[in-house]
């Protein structure tokens, strides 16, 4: 639900009328342990405020967060001490982020996300101010800092209340070109959804979220954003691998934008506990602001809405897919019962949109339930039909022949049973001839096919895929490396990138971390850096056991 994109109807919304928000909410903020402030949103009474903020602000001096958009029509929890709890009959609790008590240092930061979205010149990021913004240490003024309940399962079973346990909705930001973006603090401390954490993040976790949002982003997959990373030294305790072993590790915030934050679990919450005039209240404000393909008036719109939901999910698991961040293995050393590698991201997307709809039927009558159940049965075809799109592409096919999901099924079966290293085996496809490949004559380059082509069945494929690029219309050899090269890329993150950028940062190194960014920026192109670090060559033989823990 988060992915859907929105709105470009003005562009300073959100700073007047901040005077009437403050004063409806001093009830409840009075009396609380209010951070420092930013200065922020009043600049926007100063003459020539308008002028500045149509260019990159160079300080928080004519910069604006609010959180009126939200807090004007969703109801806050009347409760204004911040401890953990059951909360009821709200989407949000107001509640500060805890300050980290060591020195903070800038790990990364995004300019693309400052610049572009968050109209922010890159030179800010070298200021106090913004390390003090990005930490949780101070807010910009107007703005009121938010935690979201939420509800979900987790493995399968109803977990019940989860919420924002460690992350603050700091404010949104609507940019020069009449967007609304959400600013996010991720590690900042405990909130009343905390459950038994302690509300923070550790920087290794940490640094792969980062890493990992803006590799999907530059991949065409729809994500949130990061902006910055920055790490202190207050030490977190975590059982990195849930086998008893506690170790201190670093305390690490990352701040991650998005035009919304709500979920399915937003919707869940409200359904278990029957607060349905609530529901349909969040229902239409998700609506309104971001589907603007859904009639807000039409009788239908929660059926309508469902359908676009069930629609960008085949879509988005499918882009997942395609890129083949993990092939065929576990990757969360807690999920025993392999609930979510990677074979079965497509059958839980099912799961969720089921549990979406298990929450929408109280807003349903009798025919919209069979309408929407319709709907949900359709997603395996429009999940397939992305995935056969995308996997087409992938190999450069053109047109439509009846044996093309045998082909797609044949050589990732061939990749499966040699376990091929998925990115590539793509890109490699994408470079070498059809000569070479015709010959079998794979260069040693070409790595990742040398590994396929000692299977018995290679041969068979590339006899069966040559054949088929035959059938391309007006199409040529360089024409089709040409264009598989744009859809397969190059470098993707994988883990062993990401532990040794993880173990440099831990020493205050953050050389790594900044030269991955820079490389998944461009992930199609060749980067001479990124050749020498190894990043298109095999695993190095010290990761090829590596754990990794998705405690964090």
């Known amino acids: 639900m988060a992915q859907r994109r929105g709105f470009s109807w003005l562009w300073l919304w959100g700073v007047a009328g901040l005077a009437a928000v403050n004063c409806r909410l001093r009830s409840v903020l009075e009396g609380s342990a209010g951070l420092p402030r930013l200065p922020g949103n009043e600049s926007v009474h100063r003459p020539g405020s308008c002028e500045t903020q149509a260019r990159l602000a160079a300080s928080f001096d004519f910069w604006t967060l609010s959180s009126e958009y939200l807090i004007d029509v969703l109801p806050i929890d009347p409760v204004k001490e911040n401890y953990v709890r059951k909360v009821k009959n709200c989407i949000f609790s107001v509640v500060f982020p805890t300050p980290l008590k060591s020195r903070v240092r800038l790990v990364a930061v995004t300019k693309e996300v400052l610049e572009d979205i968050l109209d922010l010149d890159l030179s800010v990021s070298e200021t106090n101010d913004f390390i003090q913004l990005v930490s949780g240490e101070k807010i910009v003024f107007g703005s009121i800092p938010l935690a979201h309940r939420y509800g979900g399962h987790q493995f399968g079973v109803w977990a019940d209340q989860l919420g924002d346990g460690r992350a603050h909705l700091i404010g949104i930001h609507v940019n020069r070109k009449g967007e609304k973006w959400e600013l996010q603090l991720k590690g900042s401390g405990k909130t009343p959804y905390s459950r038994n954490g302690d509300g923070r993040a550790v920087l290794r976790s940490s640094v792969r979220e980062f890493l990992c949002s803006e590799a999907l982003y530059h991949l065409g997959i729809p994500t949130s ?256 490396r040409k264009r598989m090269t744009t859809v397969n890329p190059k470098y993707v993150l994988k883990n062993w990138m990401a532990e040794s950028a993880v173990q440099k940062a831990e020493i205050n190194d953050f050389s790594e971390v900044r030269l991955l960014q820079q490389v998944l920026q461009h992930p199609f192109q060749k980067h001479s850096a990124a050749e020498k670090a190894g990043y298109s060559s095999p695993t190095p033989s010290w990761a090829k056991d590596l754990r990794v823990s998705c405690s964090s």
Not at 296 to 319: G, W
Not at 429 to 437: A, G, P
Not at 440 to 452: G, N, V
């Open 225 to 480: 954003r990061a902006a910055s990373l920055v790490v202190s030294d207050d030490e977190v305790w975590r059982d990195q691998f849930y086998n008893g072993n506690i170790v201190k590790e670093r305390g690490a915030v990352v701040l991650r934008i998005a035009k919304s934050w709500f979920r399915i679990g937003s919707l869940e919450i409200l359904a278990h506990y029957g607060e349905l005039d609530l529901l349909r209240t969040l229902l239409d404000f998700i609506i309104q602001e971001h589907f603007p393909s859904v009639d807000a008036k039409e009788p239908n719109r929660y059926v309508d809405f469902f359908s676009v939901v069930v629609s960008e999910t085949a879509q988005l698991i499918a882009l997942w897919m395609s890129v083949g961040f993990a092939h065929d293995f576990v990757p969360n050393i807690s999920d025993d019962e392999k609930r979510y590698k990677i074979g079965n991201q497509a059958n839980i997307g099912m799961f969720n949109l089921n549990k979406l709809l298990q929450a929408l039927n109280p807003l349903l009558d009798h025919r919209q339930k069979k309408l929407a159940a319709q709907i949900l049965e359709e997603y395996s075809v429009l999940y397939y039909a992305r995935f056969r799109e995308l996997f087409k592409a992938k190999l450069g096919l053109l047109g439509e022949k009846e044996d093309d999901d045998d082909l797609i099924a044949f050589l990732l079966h061939l990749m499966k049973e040699t376990e091929a290293d998925f990115t590539m085996t793509f890109r490699q496809l994408s470079e070498i001839t059809q000569n070479q490949l015709l010959e079998l004559s794979i260069p040693q380059q070409f790595w990742a096919l040398k590994k396929i082509s000692q299977h018995g069945l290679f041969p068979a494929w590339v006899s069966r895929y040559l054949s088929r690029l035959k059938s391309n219309m007006n199409d040529s050899d360089s024409k089709r």
